[in-house]
């Protein structure tokens, strides 16, 4: 009996052998990414760790600097889909062919918090119940303001405290005039959808109701429409869209490196920026509300393709990239803000110093990750921005009014999503 169970023993060991050295056969995946330079270069040092993380696995990075979705959709089509793409706006334009693996079983059996690890800003990579990305870059859309201008006003800084009402008395005051002209706006936006849709949801307004439909004649989207419209042709303390030719500039950005306006709402990228701007005592804030807080996360997600050959390999390494070790390295290389939230409010991204050599409120973007609005990311997302923008080009030259424009992309909507 003894040496039967010792056959056993080994029989188990042996097995248990050969399991493992299957585990650990060398695996080769792809992943494919858009960017600059800078981008490219922390993608590699992250899989790089990975690898290290990894030995089995070998990641091939993908650049493709333009025409990216274009291109990623002409490798699937030949059959030659990347492991691992990364992905934005046009996600459940995929995900919705089928053509991206659901990660949902992947996070269940991996314990994964996401919760914890990226606030809300998953949300927007979820499509009729399932989850097909992780986040893996993702600051929110802040304010901007110059602190000089704010204190020559005598008002206080801005918070995610604010309300609209608080906001525009600021608007106003930080608003100078010589004659007819304006020297130095309150604040500047314009067309660009992550501003006028933060608004609607501030507003708790929707472009899409929680069924799919579209909301775009609800009171709340009327009233969020015609504040933003107001700020520029009743409160006259932003640019119109001719203000911003005669100026020379289609963006709010570039006014404020000049000085010419007192607050703006963008993204993290608007931090390098200013780093080489002298002369300009500028500070940054979460984004306010008025019914609820609301802004736009500006980043990417990691998914799965279906036609990988090694998906369970492909999720180890997304997981690891959003994961803090990987995220750190988008930090320490001032790529980007992260999507994870403690490397969010870690010590290292909370220096100011990291990223623009001066003491700012880093604070802001971890202190928007709840806010950040599920966006309504559905198949038809490009098709529901161009109808939208269509109508809204007209509102904002104030060509005709909000009532008519609300009509009209709800009708344009309910067309498109019939």
């Not at 800003?121 to 929110?140: C, F, I, V």
Request: one cysteine or more; a negative charge; glycine letters at 8%.
């Amino acid at each position: 009996m003894r040496i039967r169970a010792l056959l056993l023993l080994v029989v188990c060991l042996l097995a248990l052998s050969v399991s493992m050295v299957a585990a650990q056969e060398p695996v080769t995946l792809r992943l494919s990414m858009w960017g600059g330079l800078a981008d490219q270069e922390a993608y590699q040092a992250r899989l790089d760790l990975a690898h290290e993380a990894f030995p089995n696995i070998t990641i091939e990075l993908l650049y493709t600097p333009d025409d990216y979705d274009q291109r990623i959709q002409t490798m699937m089509a030949g059959g030659d889909a990347p492991d691992i793409v990364q992905l934005a706006e046009a996600i459940h334009g995929y995900s919705s062919r089928g053509q991206l693996l659901p990660l949902d079983q992947f996070v269940a059996d991996a314990e994964l918090d996401l919760d914890a690890r990226f606030g809300t800003n998953y949300r927007q990579y979820q499509y009729e119940g399932s989850l097909y990305a992780l986040p893996d870059r993702g600051g929110a859309m802040i304010v901007y303001y110059n602190r000089d201008m704010f204190d020559a006003a005598g008002i206080g800084y801005p918070t995610a405290e604010w309300t609209w009402a608080e906001f525009l008395a600021a608007a106003q005051a930080l608003t100078i005039k010589d004659g007819d002209a304006t020297t130095q706006y309150g604040f500047a936006a314009g067309g660009w959808w992550p501003w006028w849709m933060s608004f609607i949801y501030q507003n708790g307004g929707a472009v899409l109701d929680e069924n799919g439909a579209p909301v775009m004649n609800s009171d709340a989207v009327k009233e969020a429409l015609q504040f933003y419209n107001d700020l520029v042709y009743t409160y006259a303390v932003a640019p119109s869209p001719q203000d911003y030719a005669d100026l020379g500039t289609n963006s709010p950005d570039p006014l404020f490196a000049q000085g010419k306006v007192a607050m703006i709402m963008t993204g993290f990228w608007n931090i390098s920026t200013l780093r080489d701007v002298p002369d300009i005592n500028w500070d940054i804030a979460p984004v306010w509300g008025n019914v609820a807080r609301g802004t736009v996360a500006f980043g990417s997600g990691l998914a799965i393709t279906s036609g990988s050959a090694h998906p369970e390999e492909a999720f180890q390494i997304i997981n690891f990239l959003t994961d803090e070790a990987a995220q750190t390295v988008i930090v320490e290389r001032g790529e980007d803000a992260p999507a994870n939230v403690n490397v969010l409010n870690s010590e290292l991204f909370l220096s100011g110093e990291t990223f623009a050599n001066r003491d700012i409120y880093m604070e802001a973007f971890g202190e928007s990750a709840d806010a950040i609005i599920a966006l309504p990311l559905i198949p038809q997302w490009n098709e529901m921005q161009s109808v939208m923008g269509t109508t809204l080009d007209e509102l904002f030259i104030n060509a005709i009014d909000v009532p008519t424009a609300v009509d009209q992309m709800q009708f344009d909507l309910e067309d498109l999503l019939q």
